[in-house]
């Protein structure tokens, strides 16, 4: 049995990060950070092999009793995992020698998107012993239970040699049957620290499926949970919903799947059992807009959805076309206003800066933006990740800035007919121009729960 100890950092300001599959945000970019899924379905699957376990965010909302030199000192852990992200990278990279200062033995590894496509990075710091490339879960299991000795069998492993210091990549991983992913164990964090935003109310990630069959140049969706879709098993899924009524009293819920209304059937079958099961829960999802039709949708909010986030990019086809979105901009239209007829608030996620971008395709995504009935708008600036087509297009065309901190709130690409300040400036402006609205403001302050905000208010005081 082994003392293990799975964490979520801050950024070296003591800033709170989501870090979870393709997503690493700081926690203002969407006004909460998210509970650790990956952490937590790691502990799950430890916790089966009998293991000492801690799970700790450092990130949530909510203080930590102990600082992690503490918490290292204190525990001794045999093992300390972490999940990285581009924007983050250095520091949670430099952990590892905070780590080691405080005990010497243990054995320290991260994963994520940017060091799965590039492991070396993270290893040249000496006091990185692995990297833990693609789905992570079933690598942990398999890490915690091996001595370095036998690393070499361990697929998606990439480490040093504890007898001469080469680093070394084993073959990829199989990925996790979705049958066998466990619930995450939720119960080894204070799940306080993870509201929604404007409500308050406390929430939990569920993740029915993982695997998306399309291939955007800009997303690293492909190299965490790969391009085939698995589909847990739709009773699974609702018995961690109701476990998660049951344990832990919430009932809000965000599906996390980069493709969840692609497959209806399934959709509906998870719809019916929610009603089947009389279970009263309000949930977010995310979905394209070339994958909904009025019938799913309607079951959809029948079985507790409020909320549809959709990636929209760009109001230009030429740019979707480029960017490989498989979808066009008429599409966008028709999926946010049958949401939005069907009294479902709506997000829009929009990017600029994609190859082919102009001044004029910046333009038609403002518009396009500013045209349609959502509820919530996000602009991004497009960000070539390491793995991704968009990485080794900037590299080759000699887009990227030297020594720039990849980061999707700020441009990091000189494109051929746009600087990158040209992006930022852009970015600024959609953020007024689509925020600064009586429409907007208006729905934005009729969805706050003032009851949930007061509850919260007052126990953060007693």
Partial sequence: MARILLFNPTDSQGNAYTREGRCTQKADTWGTVWPPLSLATAAAMLQQD?????????????????????????????????PTGTETLSFDVRLAELI???????????????????????????????VIRREPEG???????????????????????PSDGQILSNPDAAFLEPETIPAPAWHFLNLNGYRLPLKNRKFLIIAPIRGCPYACNFCTAEIYYGRKPRYRPVENVIDEIAGGISRHGIRDYFIWADTFTVHREYVR???????????????TCNSRVDTLDEETLALMKKAGLWMISFGLESGSNGILEASGKRMTVEQSRQAV??????????AGHFMFGLPGETAATMKETLDLALSLPLDIGQFYAATPFPGTKLFAQAGKQGWLKPDVVMSQSR????????????????????????YLRPRIICGIGSMIDPRAQMKYFFSKRS
């Avoid at 965010?57 to 995992?81: C, G, H, M, Y």
């Fill in 411 to 434: 441009a990091v690409m000189d494109l051929p007919e746009l600087k990158s300040r040209d992006i930022d400036r852009c970015i600024r402006y959609a953020y007024r121009k689509f």
């Fill in 269 to 283: 079958n998870f719809c019916r059992m929610i009603l089947d099961r009389k279970l009263s829960i309000a949930w």
């Fill in 337 to 346: 206003q049958m949401a939005h007829e069907m009294g479902i608030k709506t």
């Fill in 100 to 130: 080691k200062e405080n005990s010497s033995s243990t054995i320290t590894a991260v994963f994520g998107t940017h060091v799965s496509a590039l492991p070396g990075q993270a290893l040249a710091n000496p006091c990185i012993d692995a």
């Fill in 50 to 82: 009998g293991h000492q376990i801690s799970v700790i965010d450092f990130s949530a909302a909510v203080p930590q009793r102990k600082s992690l030199s503490e918490t290292i000192q204190s525990i001794k852990p045999n093992f300390a995992i972490w």
């Fill in 139 to 161: 690598i942990i299991r398999e890490l915690c239970r091996s001595a370095p000795a036998k690393w070499a069998g361990i697929d998606g492993l990439s480490y040093r040699d």
